[in-house]
């Protein structure tokens, strides 16, 4: 070892609590420390660099000039083990630490004076090694505020009015006083009553008897009793509110019933352990008919990605989106030297092209080879998968629902990734991928009184389709879950093209009578995203349903759905001039809508888009359209170009400006929303043609003239499936998500489908019953 002059530098520091350390793996690739070389983790700025032949560690001092590096590897132990081990989750207590696993080795290096062993005595070298390793990793990190749900009490909790003291015996709190269960149960704050839960909260059973209660006397505060712990945290839920809350004096609220807070023990799992126990066992089939199991398959594009905690929703929307050619040519770049960036965990275009370079290289799909000795046989080794955790927190970052380890549903996050992708800066000759998703759906109204007829283009990246629910004859009285009859394709897309009646006014005869409402494709994208709804409202909850739907592997044609156009002779309706005209919403309709709980605004926009017809259509409108960028905004109000609003907040106009959107669109769109960065982001998104600068934009920051209409308008209009996004589960909010791809595997000329469950990557040989109840469907122009 020799002394190192930076050793001394002032720039030395221990990483403070709120700084990352990216000791775990490389910020710009999938390299680890685990890996031969490790990682050199900066410890001036605390990035990481891989070691390996591409040496990004190096990169980086080239770029920044930090000299000192510290080495990182860690290598498993061999343990001797009787038994397979249990899988280690969220919920494990005794999980083995990393020392029981790995031995790991550091030395410092220095770039500046080209010593690969630096004396780490020399300096403040020890105690900067020793805070870098002690210190929360940037994943870790990320994963516990993520898992820490922020609930908050509610006007019930906090206003909450207890009846007469009393002390209740112990074995009046053993079991429900409307039954026999002894667990899950849950007691009521406001009178002392105890009665179970409901059956899908409890995981060992319930009767509802705590909800049977509320409806009963309206009391609404109920507290689990298994999950109280000394420490004051519990389950508390609200009936009213229909929702988890906290309870901030949750202590007096409990002594006075007589339970002293300080003596109770934790007996049963929270409600999210439940969740996230219940999505962990949620398995698809990996085996074939006659019970062996599916072989994985390695290679290039063959690469899984480990599930972060509920993360199943990310890694099937990726493995998607990276088997199409527009985005591995946008961001798959082997060979190339990353985009340059001070804060590389933090760029959006650094972390998709790490991702790329993961899935497509091939380089990490290999099998995990555990250095276990086990009297078992050994079992079928799958790869350990890639740790996308840099992308999920800046892809998810200041998002209420992505930033969190809750379940989420795919297709909304793909509807996120379009948007940020869209969002970020294209450099020149790089085309935006989002563009082969996009083509104008034509819109056509016609008067039924005077038979005058409106057009009307939205240019869209996606079609969210019903799929028609016919129910077999034999089940008309078994309730939700009964069985339907198969549907086509082309069914779906009958629905979703067939012509409707709805109610608007008529520009030109003043008439009230309805309209004759249709839909069609103007242009036909290159790659066509469906979502398939599959779901009724049963109590006015959104109930999935098990359609089948039968979608073919030959090329399909969806010739018949593009529009034809106007017809010579049409009577074209001008366009409605009157700003001064308000849509009334029926009132009926509009009260209902809020009484269930939806923004006033959400409720009169699904109004006015089902043409005042009739409740359930407006609830279904808004189920299927609650992830709109312009959901929230008020019915024919625009943003004027002159505005004279305030002048928007210059920080705001700076983190936009990082975004990739310019100085102009960053102040329209903070001013068209009020100062909110979300919704400026979604305005910026939803309004491209109200914005005059874009016209002057060059071609090489989205990728397209603007002024082109996007996809095509050419027949035949033949498309072929390409992949699919399954879920499995009672909602799309819970459950388990797999993508299944059609892939060229090594030594097969053919196509074959390849099933990613998350790290699993495996070949299928009938992927026919999946299909038919996919969620999300990808087809390609052929």
Not at 739 to 752: D, H, I, T, Y
Not at 753 to 764: A, L, Y
């Amino acid at each position: 070892m020799a002394p190192c002059c930076h050793s001394d530098s002032s720039d030395l520091r221990l990483p403070s609590a709120s700084q990352a350390v990216y000791r775990e793996d490389c910020t710009q690739c999938f390299d680890s420390i685990d890996d031969k070389f490790g990682v050199n983790v900066c410890l001036s700025c605390f990035n990481g660099g891989c070691a390996g032949p591409r040496e990004h560690a190096r990169l980086h001092f080239k770029r920044f000039g930090h000299p000192l590096a510290l080495n990182i590897r860690r290598t498993r132990k061999k343990v001797q083990r009787e038994e397979p081990p249990q899988k280690i989750s969220k919920l494990a207590v005794n999980a083995e630490t990393e020392e029981d696993l790995f031995d790991t080795s550091t030395r410092v290096i220095c770039y500046a004076c080209g010593q690969a062993d630096v004396d780490k005595s020399s300096g403040n070298l020890l105690s900067v090694i020793d805070g870098v390793m002690n210190a929360t990793t940037f994943s870790k990190r990320e994963e516990i505020k993520a898992w820490e749900q922020e609930f908050i009490p509610c006007e019930h909790t906090l206003g909450l009015v207890q009846q007469e003291p009393k002390q209740i015996d112990s074995q009046d709190l053993s079991q429900c006083s409307m039954c026999d269960l002894k667990q899950n149960l849950w007691l009521c704050l406001e009178c002392g009553n105890l009665g179970c839960g409901r059956s899908q909260f409890g995981g060992t059973g319930g009767n509802s008897h705590g909800l049977a209660h509320f409806d009963a006397t309206s009391h609404a505060v109920a507290v689990k009793l298994g999950s109280i712990t000394a420490d004051g945290s519990a389950d508390i839920y609200c009936y009213r509110c229909n929702e988890e809350r906290v309870d901030p004096e949750l202590a007096m609220h409990l002594s006075h019933w007589g339970i002293n807070l300080a003596g109770r023990e934790k007996t049963e799992k929270s409600l999210m352990e439940m969740q996230v126990e219940q999505n962990l066992k949620w398995d698809f089939l990996m085996t074939t008919g006659d019970g062996q199991e599916l072989n994985p398959v390695f290679g290039a594009g063959l690469t899984g990605l480990s599930n972060l905690g509920n993360s199943c929703y990310l890694s099937s929307v990726v493995q998607c989106l990276f088997d199409l050619p527009e985005f591995q040519r946008r961001y798959y770049h082997p060979g190339e030297e990353p985009p340059s960036s001070e804060k590389p965990a933090a760029d959006i275009e650094t972390q998709l092209r790490k991702l790329a370079d993961g899935i497509l290289s091939g380089r990490y799909s290999r099998p995990d080879e555990k250095t276990v000795a086990s009297p078992e046989p050994r079992e079928i080794l799958h790869q350990k998968g890639l740790a996308p955790s840099m992308f999920k927190h800046l892809i998810g970052r200041d998002h209420p629902e992505f930033s969190t380890m809750r379940q989420q549903d795919a297709f909304e996050f793909l509807l996120h990734v379009f948007k940020h992708v869209t969002l970020s800066k294209h450099p020149v000759g790089m085309v935006n991928p989002i563009e082969s998703f996009r083509f104008n759906l034509e819109q056509r109204l016609q008067c039924l009184k005077c038979e005058g007829v409106r057009y009307r283009l939205d240019e869209q990246d996606n079609i969210s389709i019903p799929v028609p629910a016919r129910q077999k004859a034999h089940t008309l009285d078994t309730g939700p879950n009964h069985s339907f009859e198969p549907v086509t394709l082309f069914d779906c897309l009958d629905a979703f093209t067939s012509e409707e009646v709805v109610d608007l006014r008529c520009t030109s005869c003043d008439s009230q009578q309805k309209f004759c409402k249709r839909v069609a494709f103007k242009t036909m994208p290159a790659e066509l995203v469906i979502n398939a709804r599959r779901f009724e409202l049963i109590n006015w909850v959104p109930t999935k349903l098990d359609i089948p739907v039968e979608v073919n592997d030959e090329p399909l044609d969806l010739s018949q759905y593009l529009s034809a156009g106007s017809v010579d002779g049409e009577k074209i309706l001008p366009e409605d001039e009157d700003s001064n005209t308000k849509f009334e919403a029926d009132p009926g309709l509009l009260s209902q809508l809020l009484d269930m709980g939806f923004p006033q605004v959400r409720c009169e926009r699904a109004i006015y888009s089902t043409g005042n017809s009739e409740l359930e259509a407006a609830m279904n409108w808004l189920l299927s359209h609650m992830d709109d960028p312009d959901v929230d905004e008020p019915i024919h109000t625009k943003q004027s170009a002159g505005g004279s609003g305030p002048e928007p907040d210059t920080a705001k106009v700076a983190q936009l400006n990082d975004m990739g959107i310019d100085d102009s669109r960053a102040r329209r769109a903070l001013a068209a929303t009020g100062g909110d960065i979300n919704r400026a982001i979604d305005w910026v998104f939803s309004h491209p043609d109200e914005i005059d600068q874009i016209a002057a934009e060059p071609q090489s920051n989205h990728g397209a003239s603007p002024s082109a209409a996007p996809g095509f308008d050419t027949v035949p209009a033949t498309y072929q499936l390409r992949s699919i996004i399954c879920h499995k589960g009672a909602s799309v909010h819970a459950g388990h998500y797999v993508a299944f791809v059609r892939k060229r595997l090594p030594g097969n000329p053919e196509l074959s489908w390849v099933m990613f469950n998350d790290e699993k990557v495996v070949e299928v040989d009938d992927v026919q019953e999946m299909k038919k109840y996919a969620y999300l469907y990808f087809f390609s122009r052929v």
